[in-house]
């Protein structure tokens, strides 16, 4: 790649420019490490281990077992389970038996659940042995093309006392009843051919992984991502990341062989922990703590916390709500979190305050990045290490990949450096297309300069030393008066209020100024607040036509599955107040 903008100030020392040989199967990163270090802890949980050598015969059976099932390359298996020790053989056997995973949120109902498989035709499904997760998918695959559904309990999973102790006291999960016809994934991986069926696979154009947008702007869409997708935006994380492994160490990339423990907090059904961890950690011979449930403990995230300490987890990937739960745990104090030394957030940004914070008890680093389902997700990444890093943006993009900021109604149109646009991607990691979309696909993709670029619908601009800074997404924008406010600038500073845990700003119509600006606050443990405190407090920090006009307290904020707080669920709200 030519040198561009990002490359001329505080790129980091001895990243490439660019990188290659990630034209190969995704499921090699399993056979690759299993070969280096069998005997490597892969995947841990609830104290029990599996090792790559354990996860990659798994995962063979698995793709023998679907392949006398009748799948066949080019099909499609969903994955409906929370981050359990199944997650990754299922993935890796689904793809050597030339299969596309479908990864599909363990939270959906039957009507979503049953939405995602019928759109994308699967024919099979993994699902959780639980009682609320196998009849959501059992009554879910009713009028789809699925006719093989693998119940997956994890009490083989458990270390055998505790497995043992659990089962008789009844505190493993499991459903009530099953239907006839399902097969348990313990017993299909004893009796399956332990050599997955001969596939040849074309990694730039087959398809590993259908990922399902959020439909925070309209009906879920499938992002279909390539074998070629994932390797790339793994091997690009590896090259990009350096870090001090030691006090005053040089910084190098991450270190492979076992060195580190992922913390994997974050969903897998989403490509931020699916990519980063799961995949991450199988490319790099690292250990992969499996947590199901973030939320799980008294009081909540508590479980976290301990995973933590107990593991001694060294990186740690999440949305800003993980780590705002982190910081505003009431026992926080009990735990050593010292161990964290890579530390990385997207999603949403970052407010300052809780990276200061979070810095301080860890001694790791917060590094944002930036990136969608449809990118892998990961396209931009800022350096990782304090002296390069710029807090509030999210950094440079990856090596070969190409960012353009464009205008907002003529994507054609490139903008000077410095001026806000809408963002546009080029690169390894972009998706082929949505799945079944092609009206979708000629609105989100536009050829500039003979390249094929994502149009993501972000706002953002480089600054002067080249970092992307995102400003906001185009449907969140506020016109107050014609003066365009990005809901960011206004979260930024309330998250700066002592009192503050976390926080939302949208546009609500104003019939002066057109719109103006409201705020949903959610307060810390124990503290209380008026509106006019929190007026007051903004009238401090922020400009006239910027600051809320309204303030809302609220137990809790709504956010998506991996912790993004949902603006438009906070509009469409107010649209129904405003409605007669």
């Not at 659940?113 to 009682?131: C, E, I, S, T």
């Not at 309209?218 to 492994?245: C, Q, W």
């Not at 006019?532 to 910027?546: P, Q, R, V």
Request: aromatic fraction near 10%.
């Amino acid at each position: 790649m030519k040198e561009k903008l990002w490359h001329r100030h505080k790129w980091p020392e001895g990243v490439a420019h660019d990188i290659g040989g990630y034209d190969r199967p995704l499921f090699s990163l399993l056979d690759d490490t299993a070969e280096k270090y069998p005997d490597l802890v892969y995947t841990i949980f609830e104290g029990a281990t599996r090792t790559f050598t354990q996860v990659r015969d798994t995962a063979n059976r698995i793709a023998g077992f679907l392949a006398s099932r009748g799948i066949e390359k080019g099909d499609r298996v969903g994955i409906f389970m929370p981050n359990i020790p199944h997650y990754p053989p299922a993935l890796f056997g689904i793809l050597k038996a030339g299969a596309a995973a479908v990864t599909c949120n363990p939270l959906y109902k039957t009507n979503e659940l049953n939405y995602q498989l019928k759109d994308v035709g699967a024919k099979a499904v993994f699902v959780m042995d639980h009682p609320e997760f196998y009849q959501t998918a059992a009554k879910a695959i009713e009028g789809t093309d699925v006719d093989t559904v693998v119940i997956c309990s994890v009490k083989s999973q458990l270390p055998v006392l505790k497995g043992l102790i659990g089962g008789l006291l009844g505190k493993i999960p499991r459903a009530r009843s099953y239907h006839p016809g399902h097969f348990f994934f313990d017993e299909i991986v004893r009796g399956a051919d332990p050599n997955p069926p001969d596939i040849q696979i074309n990694p730039t154009e087959d398809l590993a992984v259908v990922i399902y947008t959020g439909g925070t702007t309209g009906a879920p869409k499938g992002a279909a991502l390539t074998h070629s997708n994932f390797v790339y935006d793994v091997m690009a994380l590896y090259e990009y990341i350096r870090m001090r492994h030691e006090p005053g160490g040089k910084p190098e990339t991450l270190r492979f062989g076992g060195f580190h423990t992922w913390l994997g907090v974050l969903p897998w059904y989403h490509s931020f922990g699916l990519t980063i961890c799961l995949l991450g950690a199988a490319f790099s011979g690292s250990r992969l703590i499996c947590v199901p449930d973030p939320r799980a403990g008294n009081p909540p995230f508590t479980k976290v916390l301990d995973a933590v300490q107990r593991y001694k987890a060294t990186a740690l990937v999440g949305v800003p709500t993980i780590y705002v739960a982190f910081m505003n745990h009431p026992l926080l104090s009990k735990f050593d979190l010292t161990s964290l030394m890579a530390c990385g957030s997207g999603g949403a940004p970052m407010p300052v305050e809780v990276i200061k914070r979070f810095e301080e008890i860890t001694g790791g680093v917060i590094f944002e990045g930036y990136g969608l389902s449809e990118t892998t997700p990961v396209a931009t990444l800022n350096p990782t290490n304090p002296e390069q890093r710029k807090v509030g943006s999210v950094g440079f993009p990856f090596p070969g990949t190409d960012i353009k900021i464009v205008d907002l109604e003529d994507p054609t149109k490139e903008l000077p450096q410095g001026q806000d646009g809408e963002i546009v991607i080029h690169g390894p990691q972009v998706m082929q297309g949505y799945w079944g979309r092609p009206e979708e696909n000629e609105n989100v993709f536009k050829d500039i300069g003979g390249k094929r670029f994502f149009l993501t619908g972000d706002i953002g601009h480089y600054d002067e030393e080249g970092f992307l800074v995102i400003t906001d997404r185009k449907k969140d924008l506020i016109l107050v008066g014609g003066f365009n406010v990005y809901p960011r600038d206004v979260e930024e500073i309330l998250y700066r209020h002592p009192k503050v845990a976390m926080a939302a700003a949208i546009g609500v119509p104003d019939e002066k100024s057109g719109e103006v600006v409201k705020a949903f606050v959610q307060l810390k443990p124990g503290e209380s607040a008026t509106e006019d405190e929190i007026k007051a407090f903004s009238k401090e920090h922020l400009t006239g036509y910027k600051r809320p006009r309204y303030i809302e307290f609220r137990d809790s904020l709504p956010t998506s599955p991996i912790g993004k707080v949902l603006r438009r669920e906070l509009r469409d709200e107010e649209r129904a107040k405003q409605k007669p």
